[in-house]
T-cell receptor, first 113, second 115 residues
Framework: EADIYQTPRYLVIGTGKKITLECSQT?????MYWYQQDPGMELHLIHY???????EKGDLSSESTVSRIRTEHFPLTLESARPSHTSQYLC????????????FGPGTRLLVL | AQSVAQPEDQVNVAEGNPLTVKCTYS??????LFWYVQYPNRGLQFLLK??????LVKGSYGFEAEFNKSQTSFHLKKPSALVSDSALYFC?????????????FGTGTKLQVIP
C-alpha cells in the first residue's frame, strides 16, 4: 500500500474561488506528478517535479500552479476556478532513477459550478 | 517523443476465458513499460512493469505482459478472466533512464468480464 495522500477527496466550489489541492507522500520520493483525468478517460500530465524547488509544466496546458518547498508536499493551486476545471486530479510519486514505479494517490474530484 | 497506443476502447471477455489488452509504444531509446488498473471511483493501481530482463513479466492479480521489441508491443494478458477484473486499464511508457522523467499514458481500455 502506497503512502500518498490527497485532500480533499471531493470538492464543489463556485466560479472564481481560489483552491488548493493537497498532495503529500511519506515515502521520501523525489519525483512527484499531477495528472488531470476526465472520468474514464486518459491521464494528462499537467505538472511534475524532480525534487525540492523544481517544478515543470507537463503536456497539457493548465491554468494551475504548483510548488515544491518540501520533499513530501506538492500542492496544486487554481487562483480562479472555472467550470472548465471540473475534472479529477491525480497526484503520483516515485522514488527516482532506478525506481520506476509511480504510486498514485486516491485523487480529488473537483466540480466547479 | 514518446507515445503509447491502446487501440481498443473496450474489450469484452467471458469469465474464465483468457484476456488480452493491447498496447503498442514508440520511444527513441529503450522503453520502460507499465500497466496500471483503475477500478470505479478508485485511484490507479500499479500492475506490472518491464524495465529489462525477461520479456514475460508477471504482475499482480495473475496478470502478465509480454514485451515484444520487434513489434513494439506490451500486451497485457491473463489466462482466466474474473468478473472482478472488470476495470479500466492503462498502458504507460517512459523513454529509458535519464532524459525526461515523465511517463506517457495510453487512452485506456475498458475491460468488461461477462459472467
Amino acid at each position: 500500500e502506497a503512502d500518498i495522500y490527497q485532500t480533499p477527496r471531493y470538492l464543489v466550489i463556485g466560479t472564481g474561488k481560489k483552491i488548493t489541492l493537497e498532495c503529500s507522500q511519506t515515502m521520501g520520493h523525489d519525483k512527484m506528478y499531477w495528472y488531470q483525468q476526465d472520468p474514464g478517460m486518459e491521464l494528462h500530465l499537467i505538472h511534475y517535479s524532480y525534487g525540492v524547488n523544481s517544478t515543470e509544466k507537463g503536456d497539457l496546458s493548465s491554468e494551475s500552479t504548483v510548488s515544491r518547498i518540501r520533499t513530501e508536499h506538492f500542492p496544486l493551486t487554481l487562483e480562479s476556478a472555472r467550470p472548465s476545471h471540473t475534472s479529477q486530479y491525480l497526484c503520483a510519486s516515485r522514488l527516482g532513477e532506478g525506481q520506476e514505479t509511480q504510486y498514485f494517490g486516491p485523487g480529488t474530484r473537483l466540480l466547479v459550478l | 517523443a514518446q507515445s503509447v497506443a491502446q487501440p481498443e476502447d473496450q474489450v469484452n471477455v467471458a469469465e474464465g476465458n483468457p484476456l488480452t489488452v493491447k498496447c503498442t509504444y514508440s520511444v527513441s531509446g529503450n522503453p520502460y513499460l507499465f500497466w496500471y488498473v483503475q477500478y470505479p471511483n478508485r485511484g490507479l493501481q500499479f500492475l506490472l512493469k518491464y524495465i529489462t530482463g525477461d520479456n514475460l513479466v508477471k504482475g499482480s492479480y495473475g496478470f502478465e505482459a509480454e514485451f515484444n521489441k520487434s513489434q513494439t508491443s506490451f500486451h497485457l494478458k491473463k489466462p482466466s478472466a474474473l468478473v472482478s477484473d472488470s476495470a479500466l486499464y492503462f498502458c504507460a511508457v517512459r523513454d529509458g533512464p535519464g532524459g525526461y522523467q515523465k511517463v506517457t499514458f495510453g487512452t485506456g481500455t475498458k475491460l468488461q468480464v461477462i459472467p
